[in-house]
T-cell receptor, first 113, second 109 residues
Framework: EAQVTQNPRYLITVTGKKLTVTCSQN?????MSWYRQDPGLGLRQIYY???????DKGDVPEGYKVSRKEKRNFPLILESPSPNQTSLYFC????????????FGPGTRLTVL | GQNIDQPTEMTATEGAIVQINCTYQ??????LFWYQQHAGEAPTFLSY????GLEEKGRFSSFLSRSKGYSYLLLKELQMKDSASYLC??????????FGQGTTLQVKP
């Protein structure tokens, strides 16, 4: 089944404790992206990747890192999480950045205390 | 700057027609998407427009006017399951997808 998976789905952590949210897709998509969704602010892009080893900042990259060592995986790293990073996070992938539909993962609800 | 505007909330009656508008101002344009998102779930693709005009797909249609920076999503024969948020998103030339805040639609019996 074609899908985008994220882990964990739910996470409660404390300020400053490094964490990684994994994202994997099995559709051989080149383009992958991370978003956060907050009430009243909609979906905002954190980082995106056009292909392996190619990543670029979205609208709200501060406090986040990503890597794209393989085409299928695009982990999101929070080196020192803070409470303002409490949010719902979505990973998405598509064949390319142009006209292709993005497929979203199920979401990761993160709470930073 | 980049800006996408949609109404925050709309209410409609089961069986009726509703139109959700979206206006945008972005640097570069490479298509406009509409997504549906039920509460607590991931967005799912509804439609894509890159040329002016109307795209029809079953009960859902989407319209685009690039000169006016305007799109709308038309939902016909509303069903209770159509209660959801509808997200308008514009893709820039660099590949970035910029989302509006979303419109929460409530369908009442």
């Amino acid at each position: 089944e074609a899908q985008v998976t994220q882990n964990p789905r739910y996470l409660i952590t404390v300020t400053g404790k490094k964490l990684t949210v994994t994202c994997s897709q099995n559709m051989n998509h080149e383009y992958m992206s991370w978003y956060r969704q907050d009430p009243g602010l909609g979906l905002r892009q954190i980082y995106y990747s056009m292909n392996v080893e190619v990543t670029d900042k979205g609208d709200v990259p501060e406090g986040y890192k990503v890597s794209r060592k393989e085409k299928r995986n695009f982990p999101l790293i929070l080196e020192s999480p803070s409470p303002n990073q409490t949010s719902l996070y979505f990973c998405a992938s598509s064949l390319g950045p142009g006209t292709d539909t993005q497929y979203f993962g199920p979401g990761t609800r993160l709470t930073v205390l | 700057g980049q800006n996408i505007d949609q109404p925050t909330e709309m209410t409609a009656t089961e069986g009726a027609i509703v139109q959700i508008n979206c206006t945008y101002q972005t640097s570069g344009f490479n298509g406009l998407f509409w997504y549906q998102q039920h509460a607590g779930e991931a967005p799912t693709f509804l439609s894509y427009n890159v040329l002016d005009g109307l795209e029809e797909k079953g009960r859902f249609s989407s319209f685009l006017s690039r000169s006016k920076g305007y799109s709308y999503l038309l939902l016909k024969e509303l069903q209770m399951k159509d209660s959801a948020s509808y997200l308008c998103a514009v893709r820039s030339d660099t590949g970035k997808l910029i989302f509006g805040q979303g419109t929460t639609l409530q369908v009442k019996p």
